[in-house]
């Protein structure tokens, strides 16, 4: 016999004994124990038991530890956009097949275990449904959530809907194909639109919402449907037999349409802070969202009860492909515009460029914030950290500039953004454009009014006049859809998108195979007035191209030819072998 005792949050404390001849997920089923009986009595032992999923690590994606911050996940994952300190090792191929746990163990399956038992009991509960509706629908929308965090790590995985018994043949069945696990996450998806109540004219309440079910539901939509779409084209190991494509891509349109036509009708959500200066940058770095329309979900934080987020204060660089990435204030890209002034110090780099750069990356002009009242003086930018990594582009976006919160213990209150609207309306242009019926209008109501917002009013996507840019990341894509791409790439930087669009794009072939990710230009750093002896050796410690732009990986053994991803088996995590041991049919993923 082993059990797991977990905590209701703000409620009473339910002990699931957990029941199993081995270490399989599936034979850790929640028991009945001494207090189950007294539990599902009413409507609010039912929100207690909800608030539960609010709080689970690998749902949302809660974040707050000391070695990592809510925008350096997208350096931490190894994209081509933001760089740590150390090279990622699964996009460099140096990933091993685990005998064990592996993101497959008992642990990693538990919160299914609870969503499942819930689902099981709820109906005990003697209430009026329009009472309990909601928290039937979040159960719904978290189930879908962690069953996508599957499907990201592991592409087939076994679907159950209910709490599964020592004698169930669950235990022992296959791998359920990932198109038909994508299937039941939109009938979750469906059923948590349907129950959950919409934010519409009511006040923030730290609950899911109607409408972060349809941001959640275009999400999964788009990626599911890119994911067949482009290992189809590329012949990767990891395309889906009998795949529809489309139909995904479709879902994601229609969810992502209907959370904007609510937008149109109840002024909810909405873009936040335009016409602002800085509105872009002001956007990350905000304690309370509570009344921000673009905020769908977040999560607040507070000292007083000890639940912060713990902040260095650096989230790593930005790699010269990102930076290369933002426009011109004319609309155009920085090989075509008569507007780009080159890239030889900060201050250079972004002028008359998309205001999101300057917004998005420290730069040395005597505006960018390090720390407010330090000492009762504002502190600004001047060098970057060359430790944490070397690039040279140092983020901005996100900084939390509060010094006395930085020098409690690096504990910020900062709140997390885990959905906001222009998330939907990037999924939006991006599936009507997969699908061949963008519009104009489309583009006008996406991108354009994210370009409006970051004050390019000059510099508007026109669908039918876009000039080729000989430096787009993507072949075998039409002009717009380099464009789309493109503004998903500035619009959510560093906010944790990009390695999955790159493994949804089946592109690492494109973007991270044979590739080290750059820096900015290194002599701009020599010599430099008053610095440091520390400063000096590190400047002087780092690789840089033969043409003088920094090289972070270029010393690192295991890096000298770039990244050696496999596109044959590192798009999806191998199953640990002790699992096919104790179920041989599960199979392997290819390549491991």
């Keep these: 016999m082993k059990s797991i005792y977990i905590s209701i949050l703000t409620g009473v404390a339910l002990c699931f004994g957990l029941l199993s001849c081995n270490d399989d997920f599936l034979e850790r089923a929640p028991l009945i124990n001494l207090s189950d009986a007294n539990f599902w009595q009413s409507e609010n032992d039912l929100r207690v038991y909800a608030n539960n999923f609010y709080n689970q690590d690998g749902l949302l994606g809660i974040m707050g530890t000391w070695s990592d911050s809510y925008y350096s996940f997208d350096a931490k994952n190894g994209s081509d956009t933001h760089v740590q300190e150390n090279y990622n090792r699964r996009m460099n191929g140096e990933n091993t097949l685990p005998s064990s746990d592996g993101g497959w163990s008992s642990g990693d399956w538990s919160v299914l275990r609870n969503i499942n038992y819930f689902m099981d009991h709820y109906r005990q509960v003697e209430a009026q449904w329009e009472n309990i509706r909601q928290y039937v629908g979040e159960a719904h929308f978290f189930r879908s959530i962690f069953y996508f965090n599957k499907l990201r790590t592991f592409g087939d995985v076994p679907w159950t809907s209910t709490t599964v018994n020592v004698d169930s043949e669950t235990l022992y069945a296959p791998r359920t194909p990932r198109n038909e696990l994508a299937d039941s996450i939109m009938h979750d998806l469906d059923l948590a639109i349907e129950y959950l109540p919409a934010r519409a004219g009511s006040a923030w309440s730290g609950r899911v919402t109607k409408e972060t079910a349809l941001a959640l539901q275009a999400r999964i939509a788009l990626y599911e449907g890119t994911w067949e779409r482009y290992h189809a084209k590329k012949n990767t190991p990891f395309a889906v037999s009998g795949s529809d494509e489309a139909k995904f891509i479709r879902k994601a349109a229609d969810a992502a349409e209907t959370l904007i036509a609510m937008a149109e009708t109840n002024g909810f959500p909405a873009l936040d802070n335009m016409d602002i200066e800085d509105g872009y940058w002001r956007l990350f770095n905000r ?185 787009w990341e993507f072949s075998g894509i039409s002009p717009l859809l380099q464009e789309v791409r493109r503004e998903r790439k500035v619009e959510l930087a560093c906010e944790g998108f990009r390695v999955d669009d790159i493994f949804r794009w089946a592109a690492a072939d494109e973007l991270i195979m044979g590739k080290r990710p750059l820096g900015a230009i290194r002599k701009q750093w020599e010599d430099y007035p008053d610095a440091s002896d520390d400063f000096v050796t590190a400047i002087n410690a780092l690789g840089v191209t033969d043409d003088g732009y920094i090289d972070p990986y270029r010393n690192y053994e295991g890096m000298g030819n770039g990244y050696q991803f496999n596109p044959g088996r590192d798009y999806l995590s191998p199953i640990p072998t002790n699992e096919i041991v104790l179920n041989p049919k599960l199979k392997q993923n290819p390549g491991w």
């Design 287 to 471: 304690k309370d969202y509570s009344n921000h329309k673009e905020v769908l979900l977040w999560r607040k934080f507070s000292i007083a009860e000890g639940v912060v987020q713990h902040y260095w204060g650096n989230h790593g660089g930005l790699s010269k492909s990102m930076v290369d990435s933002y426009l011109c204030l004319d609309g155009k890209p920085v090989s075509l515009s008569p507007m780009y002034q080159g890239d030889k110090d900060l201050v250079t780099v972004i002028e008359n460029r998309d205001p999101r750069l300057s917004q998005t990356m420290q730069v040395n002009d005597g505006k960018h914030i390090l720390w407010d009242d330090r000492g009762g003086e504002t502190i600004y930018f001047t060098t970057p950290g060359f430790s944490l990594p070397a690039t040279g582009y140092q983020l901005y976006k996100g900084n939390h500039t509060d010094y006395a919160e930085n020098a409690n213990g690096q504990q910020s209150t900062a709140g997390i953004i885990y959905f906001r609207y222009a998330e939907t309306l990037l999924i939006y242009a991006e599936a009507k454009t997969e699908l061949g019926t963008v519009t104009q209008s489309d583009i006008d109501k996406t991108v354009n009014a994210l370009r409006l917002r970051a004050g390019m009013k000059d510099g508007l996507l026109d669908m039918n006049g876009i000039a080729t840019d000989p430096k």
